[in-house]
């Protein structure tokens, strides 16, 4: 599936380049130097043009300036966000920076310009940390044809070694009036290009953002390397720093609502929102930062204000709502979530039940009906971060209950199974009465069911989905676009072991920079004595990133960390050019 969604978005690529390729011929028609540009938009091309410089005297007037420019007129506002711009010849620094104050969502150019290309060739204003926007670019699409185009331009207006010179640098020479060719012969040899690095790195719990962890990195590598090309791509799995990652990515709106905490009381959260989609954190109104994961807390704790954040979103017009489930602190099956959405959870007395693990021993009914007409047209993504089943040794009790304080997963093992066939009833009544969600053949065995103490099982009964959080993200933040133009890849987490491979972060960017051949090493915090599973996931190196013997707390402390991640990224620079050695 990821196959073909790669070869659509490769043919479009072409159909587009080929539309610009026309613009560009109409442009040495006039006499002007043939670059030219479209605007594309939900697959239409909104806005064309080509250079015209010389005949409208603008010094402006590049292509791609001017496609820009009437694209927005064509849409009534300057944000390009839901926009690709397609251009024969890499853009110049001008143009780039257009691109950066319009947010354009992509870049897809033909020709490189080593004289003054701004998205790889001389400059990278796609991803310099330094301002306010990033947007993925793709390199090199009918690159020849481009090329092309201009070469005959400046064969048919040049003669003798000028002509020849436009044949083999007639991309170098687009933006300005070829160099005296007696100047141009004696040009010295380009020196090799600087390393390019992309970081996904996914934040270190309790410590520091992705985004900060990727700063810090990023001053190791140009320790070792002063000239690197270095993109950061904040990254996420459905946890903690998922809505930061994708507001670092994608223009929204972040939304403070008040939500019951996970052990009673009331506490602020957040969502992010993008116009009729929402983005939400299971762990901002249940976070296992909340509790003091004591085996009572762990009895106690309730997904109740994940439930009250996303009826918030529902009543401020989301009609598509991504819900990340990681790093919860509750057991509950997603029982408090439910409730919170309307649905009737009732012991034997037809009372509501009490919150948490200890209120789904006293379970006798579930009605999903008042929560399935809430969610009524309401799309519902379960963003995951493991695949582990509702029940059984890999479930959510037995896997994740210690983590969370609990001291005898096994003690509560009947209350959760008696939860499963009740839920998974009430959801079969719920689907007949819809007839539009699914049939599983175990709701309880579903990957991804157990995720958040049960939460995700929660969701599907609801008739919500589950996927990857990682590979989410990783869309969203135009992960394969800037892969594809590094030499290393670097990511990490706080902790890496056997869990990791179940779908976090660091193995699905390690998978991903694989399809592109890339090497990738994790710098992480600690790390489990057996990796096998982690290296088979396309991890070539672990790195932890601790310099010198110190304890949990001083490891943590922002300015220690800081300076461990650095010289990790050094590091991790220093071991990748000893491949070449």
């Known amino acids: ?79 390009l966000s839901d926009c690709t711009v397609y251009v024969t010849l890499e853009p110049c620094p001008m143009c780039a920076g257009l691109m950066v104050n319009a947010r354009v969502g992509r870049c897809v150019f033909g020709a490189a310009d080593a004289k003054a290309g701004a998205l790889g060739s ?51 020479l687009a933006r300005d009036e070829a160099p005296d060719p007696v100047v141009a012969e004696s040009l010295p040899t380009a020196a090799a290009p600087p390393l390019r690095v992309a ?64 052990l009673g009381g009331e506490r602020s959260a957040a969502y992010a929102r993008f116009g009729t989609e929402a983005l939400i954190e299971s762990a901002s109104a249940a976070g296992i930062s909340l509790s003091p994961c004591t085996d009572e807390a762990a009895c106690r704790a309730s997904t109740a204000g994940v439930g009250d954040v996303v009826r918030a979103a529902i009543a401020g017009g989301a009609e598509r709502i991504y819900l990340g489930l990681g790093g919860v602190c509750a057991n509950d099956g997603g029982a408090g979530f439910l409730q919170a959405l309307g649905a009737r959870l009732l012991d034997a007395a037809g009372v509501p039940i009490p919150p948490g693990l200890d ?20 799309e519902l993504i379960g963003l995951t971060d ?44 719920s689907r007949r009465a819809g007839d539009a969600s699914r049939r599983f053949r175990s709701l309880a065995g579903v990957p991804g069911a157990g995720a ?73 915090g600690g790390r489990a004595e057996d990796l096998s599973v982690v290296y088979k996931q396309g991890i070539d190196l672990v790195l932890p990133v601790t310099r010198e013997p110190m304890d949990r707390a001083q490891a943590l402390e922002a300015a220690e960390a800081r300076v461990n991640l650095a010289c990790a990224g050094e590091a991790a620079v220093r071991a990748y050019r000893l491949r070449g050695r």
């Not at 594809?484 to 056997?498: F, K």
């Open 452 to 524: 958040a103490g049960g939460l995700g099982a929660a969701l599907l009964a609801l008739g919500g989905t589950l996927v990857s959080g990682a590979d989410t993200v990783l869309d969203l933040v135009g992960f394969d676009d800037a892969v594809v133009q590094a030499d290393l890849v670097i990511t990490g987490e706080g902790h890496i072991d056997a869990q990791t491979a179940e779908g976090k972060a660091p193995v699905v960017v390690a998978a991903r920079a694989k399809r592109s051949q890339k090497p990738v090493i994790a710098l992480v």
């Open 359 to 378: 209120g789904l021993a006293q379970l006798d009914s579930i009605d999903l009906g008042p929560a399935a007409h809430l969610l009524d047209g309401v």
């Open 122 to 172: 001389v400059l990278r204003l796609q991803d310099d940390s330094r301002l306010n926007h990033a947007f993925p670019v793709t390199a090199g699409v009918l690159a020849d044809e481009c090329s092309a185009v201009l070469r005959a331009f400046f064969a048919e207006r040049r003669g003798g070694v000028a002509a020849l010179l436009a044949g083999d640098h007639a991309h170098e």
């Open 1 to 79: 599936m990821q196959q073909d969604k790669q070869q659509d978005i490769r043919e479009a690529d072409a159909r587009f380049m080929r539309e610009a390729l026309s613009e560009a011929r109409r442009a040495a028609s006039l006499g002007e130097v043939p670059v030219g540009a479209v605007v594309v938009r939900a697959g239409r091309v909104i806005a064309r043009a080509c250079n015209r410089r010389e005949l409208d005297g603008d010094p402006s007037a590049h292509a791609e300036f001017s496609a820009l420019v009437a694209a927005a007129h064509e849409l009534g506002r300057w944000r």
């Open 386 to 429: 493991v695949r582990a089943p509702l029940l059984g040794a890999r479930g959510a009790l037995a896997v994740f209950g210690p983590q969370k304080g609990l001291a005898d997963p096994a003690a509560h093992h009947g209350t959760m199974v008696a939860y499963a066939q009740l839920l998974s009833r009430a959801f079969e009544r």
């Open 199 to 262: 970081i996904a790195m996914d934040s270190f719990k309790c410590c520091a953002s992705s985004s900060q962890v990727e700063a810090w990195v990023t001053e190791g590598v140009r320790r070792a390397e002063p000239e690197a090309r270095v993109v950061c791509l904040p990254v996420a799995d459905g946890g903690e720093g998922t809505v930061e990652a994708v507001l670092a990515a994608r223009p929204g709106e972040l939304r403070h609502v008040t939500a019951r905490g996970p």
